[in-house]
């Protein structure tokens, strides 16, 4: 039996925000978060009573134990995480801004401790000691050395009979879309449980029409059992053995729009591993709900919480 039901590789840092109307170029200070696209989805499947294991490298200094203070308060077993003296912590910007002004964001992640990580800083026993891998496109996109363990990764998972999840991710400020078209295929192709934003299916692969359609396209692309496309508030597709089907947004006050995608992820993947296949996607979007009603992008809930919101998403009080 694994030890763990879920590991992840990839890259943790710090966020620093601004708040609401406010402009990197004047503001007086930052709002500190933790983030890593990875260890959010780890975030959340802990917190459901999940065991799950980080692989990443971090600073060996003040910054870097700050993030695994953080992600260690979570339940994540930070065992396969390198510590590297003298290296930089990928960092990130955030300007939140109201219409019509869309949400900023500007990447600081070149020449950090992960970027520079290689295969044999890599604990393959450890990583594959699990029930699922949850790797994104986010990491491929780093650097090359990013790319070539995400893709060493899949790969050794696969042969092992490890169940690998994989989420597209795309972003554009870290690479074109004909480079991420061409890198994330085979990922996308081979992948046991494959997650992609409808925005992404369309700018990446040209994949047009509605929502049932594209989702379809998509599972026509892969060879995954199960195809999770999310769109905005609308909600999320699923095609399942071919077959599609819809699952509506909650209805949600937006605070935060960073970590929805990874909530839905940890959702889906929570329920998965529960063998609770009808509410899957139900899951994924409760989760997702509670992302975007939060500041930060790690969600802690319960099982208890969570299982409210999909029997009874209406509800406004809880005593």
């Known amino acids: 039996m694994a030890t763990y039901d879920v590991t992840a590789f990839g890259e943790g840092g710090i966020r620093l925000s601004v708040p609401v109307g406010d402009r990197i170029d004047r503001v007086s200070s930052f709002e500190v978060g933790i983030a890593g696209t990875e260890a959010n989805v780890l975030a959340g499947l802990s917190s459901l009573g999940w065991s799950t294991s980080w692989i990443s490298a971090l600073p060996d ?20 995480v390198r510590r590297v003296p003298a290296a930089r912590l990928g960092t990130y910007y955030v300007e939140y801004s ?21 295969s044999a800083d890599v604990d393959w026993e450890r990583m594959l000691d699990t029930r699922v891998l949850h790797l994104t496109g986010l990491t491929a996109a780093l650097s090359d050395s990013a790319m070539e363990i995400t893709a060493e990764a899949f790969n050794r998972a696969k042969d092992a009979g490890v169940t690998v999840s994989f989420d597209v991710n795309y972003r554009k400020n870290l690479w074109s879309c004909e480079t991420a078209a061409r890198v994330l295929h085979p990922f996308i192709e081979d992948a046991d449980i494959l997650f992609c934003r409808y925005d992404d299916a369309r700018d990446l692969y040209g994949l047009h029409g ?14 995954a059992g199960t195809v999770l ?17 819809h699952t509506p947004a909650l209805p949600v006050d937006i605070v935060d729009r960073l970590g929805a995608g990874d909530g839905f992820a940890a959702g889906y993947l929570h329920a998965w591993l529960d063998g609770d296949h ?11 709900a509670l992302a975007l009603a939060q500041y930060g992008e790690q ?8 299982r409210g919101l999909i029997t009874d998403p209406g509800r406004s009080l809880s005593r």
Do not use: K
């Open 98 to 118: 109201g219409a019509p002004r869309p949400t900023q964001v500007t990447f600081d992640r070149a020449d950090t401790a992960f970027t520079r990580m290689q």
């Open 229 to 245: 496309m999310s769109r905005s508030g609308t909600g999320a597709w699923a095609a399942v053995d071919g077959v599609v089907g």
């Open 61 to 80: 200094s003040a910054l870097g134990r700050r993030v695994e203070t953080q992600l260690r308060s979570y339940g994540i077993d930070l065992g396969g």
């Open 278 to 288: 009808d509410n899957a996607v139900a899951s994924g979007c409760a989760m997702a």
């Open 299 to 306: 969600v802690v809930t319960t099982r208890d919480e969570l």
């Open 210 to 223: 509605d929502s049932d359609s594209v989702v379809a396209q998509l599972s026509e692309m892969s060879n």
